[in-house]
């Protein structure tokens, strides 16, 4: 039971109401003391008040009597600034304490009955007090202490059984409040939980809020959120994995086609049409890079990228492959390139890769502005720095949505036009990392989109990449 919450919960109360109880009692037993020793003070002033109405009337019998009722050994009056001993009977002791009740203090008055309960002897004490109704000015007593350390102590008994039972009561109560307001709704939930876990992917099996406590539904609201998210995420997994196994098959017949079309392609270039032998280079060079990446896809199975092939090249002419099969693509669309890179920018990366990198960002910003329905320019420009090679795609396009630039380079998150799926540029960001480089977008707006690629010149930049 104590490892439970109800358990522990049902034990502190008891625990807690008990220690409010015990710091409740020391002031109420100085309470009842004093009440003791004013009610022996009043029965006093009734005991002397006879005695002062009968004079010589009063046996000694009837005095010691009147003595025995009150509880006192002797009363004396303070009248007309005179005392006189009204009434008295031998005292057993000295007086071994006396005290004033005509204006005591809490901390007094709780002090002095602490000192009583614990004091197992019988005194005699002298109590001052003032008189009921002004018949007097003063009227002290002397008394035993053993009578009102009895009291007391029955007192004190009784007023533990009541906080013993109070607390008892109210932690039961609270309990039974606790159980059926939280523990329950928790242990619904615990179990919608377990019910869930078994099948994630089930939408049925996602928690409806119920609960009529508010923090519980929050609880239960965030707890649904969670859940929804986790079954699209495991059916998107699931949907990537089947879409990777369609891809590792296409990929397989792809490339039996694209090695015809390549034993084609090879026979064009010993054309004499001057078009033929332009672009002949160009359509082996294509069909090579599509065989390369679908070989590439069926030798790893998986969404990583192969381990870049590092040479040193010249970026004009990966830049003027780019460029001139984009132009192509162009159809009617007024767009214009424009091509910045210095006929001596040698850099380090491998060439197939840095291809699709920047056939990525290319066709990114024709599609834009395509999209668009405007005129366009498309500018791709390469610098060097003394630690790394930039290059810059800038377009004149109508610059990305909010929902691309929030998932910018994440696939299946939304791409940069209606319709796109985002993996270019998650393609594009995750060759770019292979390089130890960054690919970051510089600027965007009505004006257009600028991405820039950092690749290091430094080797240990790769090899951290690598691992």
Known sequence: MSRSLSGRLLILTGIFVILAEVLILAPS?????????????????????????????ITED??????????????????DEARQLVLSSPVPSEVYETFDLRDPSLAELVREAVQTLFQRED????????PVREAGLLIEVTMPTMPLREAMVDYARYMVLISTLFSVSTALL????????????????IMRMRDYAEDPEDNRRIITPSASVSDLREAEEALQELETQLTGALRQKERLAQLGSAVAKISHDLRNILTSTQLFADRL???QDPTVKRLAPKVVNSVARAVNLCESTLA???????????????????????????????????????????????????????YRVLGNLVRNARQAIESSGREGEIAVAGEETDSHWLIRVSDTGPGLP?????????????????????????????????????????HTGDSGTTFVIRLPKEIEALSMAAQ
């Open 29 to 57: 037993v100085a309470r009842f003391r004093q009440d003791y020793l004013t009610s022996r003070l009043e029965r006093a002033q009734i005991a002397s008040l006879a005695q002062l109405a009968g004079g010589d009337m």
């Open 402 to 442: 909010p929902k691309a630039r929030d998932h910018l380079f994440t696939p299946f998150s939304g791409g940069a036009r209606k319709g796109g799926s985002g993996l270019g540029l998650a393609i594009a960001a995750e060759l770019v990392r292979g390089h130890g480089g960054v690919i970051e977008l510089e």
């Open 123 to 130: 005194h005699v004490i002298r109590v001052i007090g003032n």
């Open 269 to 271: 270039e010993s054309s």
């Open 174 to 189: 609270l309990f039974i409040a606790m159980r059926y307001l939280i523990l329950q709704p928790m242990k619904r939930v």
């Open 300 to 354: 790893f199975g998986r969404a990583e990228e192969p381990a870049p092939r590092l040479t040193i090249l010249a970026l004009a002419d990966v830049v003027g492959d780019v460029i001139d099969g984009e132009r192509l693509a162009v159809g009617e669309h007024q767009i214009s390139f424009a091509e910045d890179i210095p006929a001596s920018l040698r850099l380090r990366a491998d060439p197939e890769q840095l």
């Open 62 to 79: 009837l005095e010691q009597e009147l003595l025995r009722n009150a509880g006192v050994y002797n009363v004396v009056l303070l009248r």
